[in-house]
């Protein structure tokens, strides 16, 4: 038995059951994954305690300098290998509009998915010549403001490729556009739910089709095979179908295309549940993705000058890789406990609900203090009264006290986009800049905000009816109304 009277004697502390603890520090665990890093009092040089007095727990925090650095890496890396190169900023990665002006102004177009994310663009200042159009579910009103607009609208399937040809028929306007495909490239599990197949023949019809309507014309070719892929080789693959297909659909069709864009899926610095191996040793760098897209890519279109053509353009809708890092969810510990059978679990005021990847990913997590005591395994549970509410289902902890904050990182992907108001209110995230000065970029939700979209009809405007008894007969005071406070 390893001796607790330390904690038994201090009063702040709680008591820690004891239990048998092998001494780790600097061995693998059994995952494979070394310890974290010990703890983390500053974010950008911005204490973490600070943020927390400022602007409360649970907090998102993103940091401005990472998010460029990240953008400048990935562009140097493809500019630096291939002449024209574009990047168009996957907004449902993260669509705080903070976020998406500091990659607009350095350069990204934006690439949408939806409605809302073309009207986000928008009203943000992009203008639609800017935009690149993806989605399986674009609405006819969507494409026809699209076209108005000059987007890049990269086609799905068949009927909205009739929905373009009626509305440029109407209009009486030449449209460029695009054609999403789904191939094999042996890496990863095709997403053939998106797109023209090329395998089937699918492809070649629908360009066929373009090349047969009076006013659409194809001009690009775009694929997005997956998120997270590990494989650099996957994204070479990729290209070489790709430039397979656009030599094909040119020699036959006779349009000209003059961008290909290869989509997102980077892995970024995360560790995916079910891969032991510690990120640094799995994730590829950009240089490896670059190199892995470009060298290809240079080749298969070398010879399109000798043949009067220009190179395509290489589009990347890189989401994850750029944001990713460059996120923190900082959170505290509201209670501890121990289990029947005998882990220890702390209870901290951030949940799934809001750290939506802690369902795919595990974390960093370390606290923002050096915390004496021995590391013991730990679950860590959100506050929500449901079973999963799981934000790290295993990780090695010193004894936390009540008050104390843990740091998750890396947070800035798919998070404040797939979150959701769900028991809890959905909290501040706040941006460093790179002066060190801190904003709130979305404030944290209240009563007012979350039920603002609600409408009671008037029969129901009371909770009880009046003159209902008080207490625990017939319910309680009818004094209520509305959603006041
Ligand atoms: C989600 C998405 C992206 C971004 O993917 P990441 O894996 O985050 O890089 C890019 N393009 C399309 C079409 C997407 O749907």
Not at 43 to 71: K, M, T, W
Not at 194 to 218: C, H, K, P, T
Not at 464 to 480: E, F, H, I, R
Request: hydrophobic share 40%; net charge negative; with cysteine.
């Amino acid at each position: 038995m390893t001796d607790t009277t330390e904690a038994k004697t201090s009063g702040s502390k709680p008591w820690i059951k004891p239990a048998m603890v092998p001494l780790r520090s600097g061995l693998l665990n059994k995952f494979g994954n070394r310890q974290d890093a010990a703890w983390m009092d500053t974010i950008d040089n911005v204490p973490v305690a600070q943020l927390l007095e400022q602007y409360g727990a649970p907090l998102f925090v993103i940091s401005e300098q990472r998010l460029r650095q990240n953008i400048r890496r990935l562009k140097q890396a493809f500019s630096s290998r291939y002449p024209s190169v574009l990047f168009g900023w996957s907004y449902k990665t993260n669509y705080l509009g903070a976020v998406c002006n500091i990659f607009h102004q350095e350069g990204s177009w934006a690439e949408v998915v939806s409605e809302f994310e073309y009207d986000k663009a928008r009203s943000l200042g992009v203008p639609g010549t800017n935009i690149l159009f993806n989605g399986p579910g674009k609405k006819a009103q969507s494409l026809r403001r699209a076209i108005a607009e000059g987007a890049r609208i990269h086609i799905d399937h068949l009927d909205e490729l009739y929905t373009l040809e009626k509305i440029s028929e109407e209009l009486k306007a030449n449209v460029e556009v695009t054609l999403r495909l789904n191939f094999d490239t042996g890496f990863t599990e095709p997403w053939s739910r998106f797109g023209f197949n090329v395998e089937s023949g699918q492809a070649m019809d629908a360009a066929w089709r373009i090349a047969a309507s009076e006013y659409l014309s194809l001009a690009g070719l775009h694929s997005h095979i997956g998120t997270f892929i590990l494989e650099p080789k996957a994204y070479t693959q990729q290209v070489r179908i790709m430039c397979n297909f656009m030599n094909e659909v040119e020699t036959r069709t006779g349009c000209h295309i003059d961008y290909l864009d290869i989509g997102g899926g980077f892995a970024s610095m995360n560790s995916l549940q079910g891969i032991y191996l510690p990120a640094e040793q799995v994730v590829p760098s950009v240089e490896q993705y670059a190199e892995a897209v470009c060298d290809v890519l240079l080749e298969l279109t070398h010879d399109r000058e000798a043949r009067g053509l220009n190179r395509p353009t290489l589009v990347l809708e890189t989401g994850r890789a750029l944001v990713d890092d460059a996120g923190y969810l900082l959170t505290s510990v509201l209670a501890n406990k121990r289990l029947p059978d005998g882990k220890r679990a702390v209870v901290v005021d951030a949940g799934v609900s809001q750290l939506f990847t802690a369902f795919w990913y595990n974390h960093n997590v370390v606290p923002t203090r050096l915390l004496p005591g021995r590391p013991e395994e730990t679950v860590i549970y959100g506050p929500l009264c449901m079973n999963i509410d799981v934000m790290r289902s295993s990780i090695m902890l010193p004894p936390l006290n009540v008050g104390d904050a843990l740091v998750f990182t890396p947070v800035g992907a798919y998070n404040n986009t797939q979150w959701m108001q769900f028991i809890e209110y959905r909290p501040n995230v706040v941006l460093i800049d790179e002066e060190q000065q801190v904003s709130v970029i979305r404030r944290a939700e209240n009563l007012q905000t979350v039920t603002s979209q609600e409408c009671l009809p008037a029969h129901l405007a009371q909770p009880y009816p009046q003159g209902a008894p008080d207490g625990l007969v017939g319910g309680g005071p009818s004094t209520g109304g509305g959603f006041d406070t």
